[in-house]
């Protein structure tokens, strides 16, 4: 053979043994599982949202799947603030405009919402400017690309409920939102559980109470159900009285970081919770 078909021939071998290497590599890459994703949910509400931190609770959930599931989360909140607040001050709507964010979960205060299905309170200001600041924050959020969920809370007693659940079908169907059904869970919890359980203090949500409002934010945002692992609480779990700041991220408050005790719930614990949680 010539040394020019000589060098032809090992070029060609040289290309053959790349070739096999590109692909060999292609495969092991395409083989390789993908990075899991990170959600990033930003949270406006009021105490019903912070005690016990449901932020929180929502990344420990994740974190405690088989396959973790990571949550990255920004909260405004106050105690007893309304959504129409949250709008004014700024700080929740700017930090929707300066990032991607997966999902917006708002939680309006107490039992107002319940105006929106009263024809005498309908009309009052303070109806008004809580209508106002859902379709606001939903507009923004959509801008975003972000979803927007409203976490139904809770009433006193069937009728009031009853008008709160009415309030937040008419106001998902006007601002292109789903439903975080919670309020009607919790009462459906406290009917077997009882009120003591679920609501200690009348108003404000138990540890259980939160981590079924938890699983129920997790379902809305990931799209399917959480499973039972132990779940670590490594937070503060925050009382209604909590000394929070409305205008920066909950998560940013060093007030709020707790003693640095860790509490396992363990998955036998959270299992029946999750099952509660479920539609």
């Not at 503060?236 to 940013?252: C, H, Q, S, Y």
Request: hydrophobic share 45%; glycine share 8%; with cysteine.
């Amino acid at each position: 053979m010539s040394r020019r078909g000589h060098s032809t021939a090992l070029l060609t071998a040289l290309l053959a043994v790349l070739i096999t290497a590109i692909g060999m590599f292609a495969s092991a890459r395409a083989a390789e599982p993908a990075a899991p994703k990170t959600y990033r949910v930003l949270f406006v509400g009021n105490s019903l949202t912070y005690v016990n931190d449901l932020p929180a609770m929502v990344r420990a959930l994740g974190a405690a799947q088989a396959v973790p599931v990571r949550f990255e989360t920004q909260t405004f909140v106050a105690p007893g603030g309304s959504l129409a607040e949250r709008w004014k001050d700024g700080a929740a709507a700017k930090a929707l405009g300066q990032g991607h964010w997966d999902a917006i979960v708002l939680q309006e205060r107490g039992g107002l919402m319940a105006c929106m299905v009263d024809q005498e309170l309908r009309s009052g200001t303070e109806c008004r400017l809580s209508d106002r600041a859902h379709r606001e924050f939903a507009a923004r959020a959509q801008a975003a690309g972000a979803r927007t969920l409203l976490l139904a809370t809770w009433g006193p007693d069937d009728a009031w409920q009853a008008k709160l659940d009415r309030a937040a079908k008419q106001m998902a169907a006007r601002i292109d939102a789903e439903i975080v059904p919670s309020g009607a869970t919790l009462r459906r919890y406290a009917s077997k559980h009882g009120d003591k359980d679920t609501f200690p203090d009348t108003v404000h949500p138990s540890l259980p109470a939160t981590l079924i409002m938890a699983a129920q934010v997790y379902r809305a945002v990931v799209g399917s159900e959480a499973q039972a692992g132990d779940v670590t609480i490594d937070f503060a779990l925050l009382p209604p009285r909590a000394a929070i700041k409305a205008d920066a991220p909950m998560e940013a408050q060093p007030q709020l970081k707790g003693d640095g005790k860790t509490l396992v719930l363990a998955a036998s614990a959270v299992a029946p919770l999750l099952a509660e949680a479920k539609p």
